[in-house]
Structures are given as C-alpha cells and as structure tokens.
C-alpha cells in the first residue's frame, strides 16, 4: 500500500477547510443522512476496536444541546505525541485527513465505513469535539472549535483549544467522543431517534456479542431513555428478528468462511411466504442495492440447489433448471462480507462493485450450502427448499400469463380505462396526479370537488386484498389491483416502466381509523412488492385530511391532530362548532378540495424508503398472519389518528411534504 500512492492520499495535504468546502464530498449529503452518518463514523472507529477484541462495550447518547457522545471500552487513541506532527496523535486523528489508525490498511484489515474518513471530517463539520482517552493509567481531554477568528477575519475549523492535557489518574480504559453537528452545514440537526436506534440495533446483530446502548437524553421519562443491543446469536438473531414470527420452512441455515481475503457470514432461513428478503453488508454497510457479493450468493445457491433437485431425482434429465427466483421465494437472507478495498457504487452507493468479490463469495457459500444439502440431518429440510421452488416455479409460470395479461391492458390502454377511475383531461404526466380513494361516497366528493385538469379519482371499493399472502397470479386477478396497475400503466416488477408512468403522484386517501390505516398498508405493501421504484423515486404520497373542523360565523380552521383543536378553540373563542370527522365520506366536495387535494393548503407526506430492511420487517409483520407479533407492533408503534406513525416506521419513512 505504501508505494500505491493516489489521488486519495494527496488530500492528507489538505486541511479541514475542504471538507467544510464540499462536505457532500465526504458524508455523502448534507440532509439527515449527512446528518446521521457523522454518528457513524465515530461509531465505526469503535466498532473496529471492538471487532479487533479489545472492546465490549460502545454507547450512544443523543445529549439535549443537539451535541451525540459515543464511547467504548477499548484501548483508547493513541496520546503520545506524534514525531513528526508534534502534537499529540489524538490531535492528529482529528486535524488530518485520512490520518488515525485506519491510514494504511494494515492495522485495521476490513474498516472503513462508506467513507472511512472518519473522526478529521466529523471534527471539520461541527460547531466543537470534546474527546476524552483513558489510558496508561490517565484520563487524557482535548477540544477542537470552529469559530470565526475576528483578527485574521478567518473561520477556523476544528481547531484544538488546547493541546491534549491530563485531567486525572485513573485505570479506566477507552475513548469518549462528543461532537455537535454545525447547523452552518446540516439542513437539519436534530438527530432521530428511530433512524439511530435501528441502526444501532443493526450493528449489534452484525457485531456479535459487542453491547450497543442508546441513550436519548431528550426523552422525558428517565425510565425510557436507555435501550441496550446485544445479540450473542449475530446474524442467527437477525434472521430471527427480520422474519418477525413467520413460519420457518426447514432448519437455520448458517455459515462463514473466508477466501481471497474476502470474509463471508451468512445466514439463511426459509418461512413459508412467497416473498425474498436479502439484506447484505459490507464492511457493516448495508448494500441496499446489492451488488457482487450478493450475486456470488445466489449463483451459489441457485446451482447448489439445482444439483441436489437432480440428484433427488425431482428435476428430471429432461428438465429445465429452476431459475435463481424460484429458490429464493419465501427465502430471508443476511449476508455480511468484509472486504478490504469496498468500491461502492451506484445512486445512493449502495452497491459493492468489486468483481474480485462475487467469485470469492461465490466459493464460500457453494462449499458451505453443498455441506448443508450432503448433511443427512438435513434432508428434510433441503427437500422442503426443493418442494417450494418446485411450487414456486409452477406459481412463476402463472403469473407469467397473469403478466401478459397485464401487458395487453397496459398496450390496449387507448380502450377507456377499466371500472372507476375518473381521469383527468391534462395530458402532461409530470402535472397529474391519482387519488386512490378510500369508499364510494368519499371517492364521490373528491371526484366534485377536484381539479379535473390534472387530478384523476380511484375509489376503491371495500378492502383489496392483501398482497402479502397472495401470489402474483392471484394479486393479477383482484380488481381493485388492476384498476390501479392500468390506470398507472407503467407494468410491475421486472417489466416496471417509469416512463409509462401517466401520473407524478400517486395519493392514497383513507380514513383515519383502523380500516383505513389497513388499506395503507396493503396499498403501501402492493407498491412495495410491485412497482417499488415508485416509491424510492418519490412518486407515492399519503394524503392527511384533518380530523376535526372547527367553526364559528364564517371563519373555519381544521385541525389535523387531536391537540390541535384546542388551540383552534382558544383562537376562534366562544360560540364555536367543533366537528369531528369519523371519515372522509362525511366531508363534502368543497371541504375535501380545500383541506385535502387542493396544492395550495393541503397536507401530504411523501412515502419513501430509507431503510429497506426495516421496511421489509414492517411489511412482514402488519401483513403477514401472525397476529401477535401485529398486535404488539401496532400497540408499540400505531396510533391511527395520526397518519405519520405510520410511515414513520415503513421508513418508508415521511418527510411531510406540502403538497406542490
Ligand atoms: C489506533 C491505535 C490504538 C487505538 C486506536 C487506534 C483506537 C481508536 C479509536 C477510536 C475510537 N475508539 C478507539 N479506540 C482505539 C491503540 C494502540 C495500542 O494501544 O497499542
């Protein structure tokens, strides 16, 4: 590595100020992803001291000043003073780019988060660091600011106050960092407690018996601050956590290996639904949209299988092979690789790009996933994975004629559109938009009350199916899915064309109560499964009529939560009407336009994915059929009077979005 000298190295010459220049340069955005990853590049540092055995332990606190402490257990950075810099080597980790443990590759053989810049950038993007290192017997303090210098009428970026000093004795080991996000950088500095939280959760699954905790010092009740993470299984729990209850088909199946210096965990495990679940990482970094070593897999798993199906004799000489899809249905599968060199790629770098990978990941399962077939324990189960690929590709050979059914509705899309859709007379895609309307009489005012140039009405009658436990052919046949897959006329999954889409947005109108957050969740899931780039480019929004309507003379204020009558009340005064809407039928045209479609004063939130595997979960477990792990979820997250909850945890998650 040392002679490989790049580009990469000839910012070591740089100062803090570049990243402050284009921080998008180094935490990817400057929004809250930006926002969430400065934790985890501090976290990252831990998790290598953690990885490499000498810590246990890391916590994680959101203070109430904006400012996040983490800390663990290790060895502590380094105090000593640097020969060549002269400062301490704590200084230098925090003033220099690409300087700190990770520099080479040698101390550290697989870190390096997305960015593994780590503690110099999180340094360059706050308002102050405090970091605190207890070793060799001495609790060590330094902090760096950013300020404007009014002499030199230069801001200076995380310089240190002081040099490194000795505070006191003491034998307690490890390193605490506390930084404070500079809201001169972020959009938004406020950290989120779910978003930390599930990912905190993550990392303990894929970091096997290191303790994570989270505090949310924000929280009121002391009782509730603290959560603690440690999962001694790995990724054993993490399948048990992400199935969520479902029916396993068949035993765990569970392995590691290593080769080419690619490391390898997976595990495996079949239910009896009919979906597929991947989650993969790298380096700890999920890869959402997967990439080379999740290719290496499934080659793997489709030619491991496709042997044993022969040599059980299920597949015939004659036969055709099943197809990677068809031993993947009802297939939840986390695969974790640690990779020296990670070249992630693609929109949202989420998806690993060395090829080097793929053979190596590909030679790790096949060994380990021929094991599994050839261990006589485990017949029944491998003939259980034969069986419902087998089934599963009886099932691909439906839909595939269910599909070109679809097609031919998409192509004959010239005949007027099935059933009840109203459309618009607008012709300009990037303008119109779809209410999908819950119940006849609701969908009757919205159809008065929009703007027919450019707003189209699909009311939907009673509950759709839930796609969840459906397979395609069956998703195909229900109306109230083909109304919506022809009025949108981009096609479904593989054959999905966002060009063909003829509406910018599609707005699901339901009720606030129990049945409308239902028919969400199945319209949500349907998207989800089926056309999910729909989702993930934006293009799905939940619209948020208000629930109360409060009146007096002609002044009128509709309130959207439950709390915000009151204050409605104390504004209008006394002698006022207060109107509780059970449902959208009980608006009328006018009052539907104003509050809920019209651009100009409506609510929306716009559904998106920022979390696919806590997405996945959240879809298991509101629409598979177990209904304590639903019950309990709905108890712990649901509050139906409030749309957001909702999305929220989809994570599908909602930034409120005002509708234009
Ligand atoms: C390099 C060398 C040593 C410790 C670390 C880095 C270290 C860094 C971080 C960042 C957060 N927590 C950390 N814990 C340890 C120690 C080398 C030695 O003691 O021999």
Not at 6 to 34: C, F, H, N, S
Not at 116 to 138: P, T
Not at 550 to 570: F, H, L, M, N, S
């Amino acid at each position: 590595m040392a002679n490989d000298y790049g580009a990469k190295d000839i910012r070591v010459l740089e100062g803090l100020d570049a990243v402050r220049m284009r921080p998008g340069m180094y935490i990817g955005t400057t929004g809250p992803r930006g926002l969430h990853h400065m934790i985890w590049e501090i976290v990252d540092n831990s998790i290598d001291e953690a990885a490499n055995g000498y810590a246990s332990e890391i916590s994680v606190s959101l203070n109430r000043d904006g400012s996040c402490t983490v800390s663990d257990n290790g060895r502590g950075i380094p105090v000593d003073i640097h020969p060549e810099q002269g400062v301490s080597a704590v200084e230098v980790v925090y003033t220099q780019l690409h300087a700190g443990g990770k520099f080479d590759n040698k101390n550290y053989a697989y870190s390096g988060g997305l960015h593994g810049v780590g503690a110099s950038v999180v340094n360059a993007l706050s308002e102050w660091v405090e970091v605190d290192v207890y070793r060799d017997f001495g609790h060590y303090h330094i902090r760096f600011e950013t300020r404007y210098n009014r002499r030199t009428k230069k801001m200076e970026i995380g310089k240190p106050v002081a040099p490194l000093e000795k505070v006191s004795n003491t034998r307690k080991k490890g390193t605490t960092v506390t930084f404070k996000p500079d809201p001169a950088v972020f959009e938004e500095v406020e950290f989120q407690y779910s978003t930390v939280c599930d990912r905190i959760r993550e990392l303990a699954y894929l970091n096997a018996g290191v303790t994570f905790r989270l505090t949310d010092e924000r929280i009121q009740d002391p009782a509730k601050r603290t959560v603690e993470f440690c999962f001694t299984g790995g990724l054993r729990d993490f399948i048990a956590y992400q199935i969520a209850g479902e029916d396993p088909v068949g035993d765990l199946i569970e392995f590691s290996g290593e080769k080419d210096g690619v490391r390898v965990r997976c595990a495996v495990q079949y239910t009896n639904t009919f979906t597929e679940t991947t989650l993969s990482f790298v380096n700890n970094v999920p890869t959402q949209e997967g990439g080379t070593h999740e290719a290496g897999f499934k080659s793997a798993l489709t030619k491991v299988f496709n042997d044993y199906a022969r040599k059980l004799g299920a597949l015939k000489e004659k036969d055709n092979n099943l197809s990677g899809d068809d031993f993947r249905e009802g297939m939840t599968c986390i695969l974790a690789v640690n990779v020296r060199q990670p070249q992630f790629e693609g929109q949202t770098k989420g998806r690993l790009g060395n090829t080097e990978v793929k053979p190596a990941v590909e030679a790790v399962c096949a060994e380990h996933l021929t094991l599994f077939t050839e261990n006589l324990k485990n017949q029944e189960a491998a003939q259980r994975i034969v069986d419902k690929a087998m089934t599963a590709a009886k099932a691909r050979e439906a839909a595939r004629r269910a599909k070109a059914q679809v097609r031919i509705l998409k192509e004959t899309s010239a005949t007027p559109l099935v059933g009840k859709l109203s459309s618009c007379t607008g012709r300009d895609a990037s303008k119109n938009e779809l209410f999908i309307v819950e119940g006849d009489s609701a969908g009757g005012s919205a159809k008065q009350g929009r703007d027919r140039r450019y707003q189209a009405i699909l009311p939907l009658r009673g509950k759709p199916l839930n796609v969840e436990k459906k397979k395609l052919d069956q998703v195909l046949a229900n109306e109230e899915f083909r109304s919506i897959i022809t009025a949108l006329g981009t096609g479904i999954e593989d054959e999905f064309d966002m060009r063909r889409l003829k509406y910018n947005r599609v707005i699901i109108l339901s009720d606030a109560d129990q049945d409308g957050a239902h028919i969400r969740a199945i319209l949500l899931t349907f998207f989800y499964r089926y056309m999910r780039p729909l989702i993930t480019e934006g293009h799905v929004y939940i619209g948020m009529p208000p629930l109360y309507r409060c009146q007096k003379g002609d002044r009128t204020v509709y309130c959207y939560d439950d709390r915000e009558p009151e204050k409605a009340i104390q504004k209008i005064g006394k002698g006022y009407t207060l109107q509780r809407y059970k449902g959208l039928g009980e608006m009328n045209p006018e009052q539907l336009w104003e509050t809920t479609m019209d651009g100009a004063n409506r609510k929306m939130m716009q559904v998106s994915i920022e979390d696919a595997a806590a997405a996945e979960r959240m879809v298991t477990i509101l629409m598979g059929d177990k209904v304590d792990p639903r019950r309990e979820y709905i108890v712990q997250h649901a509050n139906f009077n409030k749309v957001d909850t909702f999305i929220d945890r989809v994570n599908l998650e909602g930034g409120a979005a005002n509708g234009r």
